[in-house]
C-alpha cells in the first residue's frame, strides 16, 4: 500500500510570510494528523481530523496556523504569518479510526525561516 | 496525558543486544505503552505496543514490568541501520493521539 505522502519535502521563507503544506494519507484512512517536530524534540500535535471534521485543535496556534480536510480525504496546512520559532519538520500521519495503532507517518516538511 | 522517562542517548555494538528501557509510572491500567523509532530525516515509524505481557514482533521484543511502571525495548541483534531515535509513548487523555517526548537516541557502530 501507498505510504502517507507530503510536500514539498522542504521549504525556506521569510518571517512574516505564509507558506502551506499539504498532505495526502493513506488511501481509506478517516483519521488524520498534522505534528510539529522542533529539533531536538519529539513531535507535538498541532491538530486531528476525522473525515472532514477537526477532533482536537487545542495546541494550534489559532492567530497564525489554520488546516482544513475539506472532503476528508488530503489536508492542507498553512502558517500565516509565519515567525522565526515555527522552523520546524510538520509530519502528516494517518490511521483508520481515531486511537487506532500504528499510526502511519509521512517523511514531513523541513521548514526553515530566514 | 501520559508521561515518559527515558535516556536520551544509549550507544550498542553491531549483532548485540540494544535493551531500550523506559520509566512510565503515570500510566494508567488500561493504557497500552507504544514504541516507535524516527531514523534521521524520515517519520516516526511503529515499533511494537503492549499492555501487560511481554510482546515480541519481527523487528523487537517489549518487556514490561508487573507494575506497569517501566518496560524495556530489545532489539536482539542490533543493526547499523537500527541508529535512530527510540520513542516510548503513552496517549494523551481522549486516547486518540500520541504523546511523544525526546527519546533515546541509539547509535549502532561497527
Known amino acids: 500500500e501507498a505510504g502517507v505522502a507530503q510536500s514539498p519535502r522542504y521549504k525556506i521563507i521569510e518571517k512574516r510570510q505564509s507558506v502551506a503544506f499539504w498532505c495526502n494519507p493513506i488511501?481509506?484512512?478517516?483519521?488524520l494528523y498534522w505534528y510539529q517536530q522542533i529539533l531536538g524534540q519529539g513531535p507535538k500535535l498541532l491538530i486531528q481530523f476525522q473525515n472532514n471534521g477537526v477532533v482536537d485543535d487545542s495546541q494550534l496556534p489559532k492567530d497564525r496556523f489554520s488546516a482544513e480536510r475539506l472532503k476528508g480525504v488530503d489536508s492542507t496546512l498553512k502558517i500565516q504569518p509565519a515567525k522565526l520559532e515555527d522552523s520546524a519538520v510538520y509530519l502528516c500521519a494517518s490511521s483508520p479510526h481515531p486511537g487506532d495503532q500504528p499510526q502511519h507517518f509521512g517523511d514531513g516538511t523541513r521548514l526553515s525561516i530566514l | 496525558d501520559a508521561k515518559t522517562t527515558q535516556p536520551t542517548s544509549m550507544d550498542c555494538a553491531e549483532g548485540r543486544a540494544a535493551n531500550l528501557p523506559c520509566n512510565h509510572s503515570t500510566i494508567s491500567g488500561n493504557e497500552y505503552v507504544y514504541w516507535y523509532r524516527q531514523i534521521h530525516s524520515q517519520g516516526p515509524q511503529y515499533i511494537i505496543h503492549g499492555l501487560k505481557n511481554n510482546e515480541t514482533n519481527e523487528m523487537a521484543s517489549l518487556i514490561i514490568t508487573e507494575d506497569r511502571k517501566s518496560s524495556t525495548l530489545i532489539l536482539p541483534h542490533a543493526t547499523l541501520r537500527d541508529t535512530a531515535v527510540y520513542y516510548c509513548i503513552g496517549l494523551n487523555q481522549a486516547g486518540t493521539a500520541l504523546i511523544f517526548g525526546k527519546g533515546t537516541t541509539l547509535s549502532v557502530s561497527s
Open positions: 488511501s481509506g484512512h478517516a483519521t
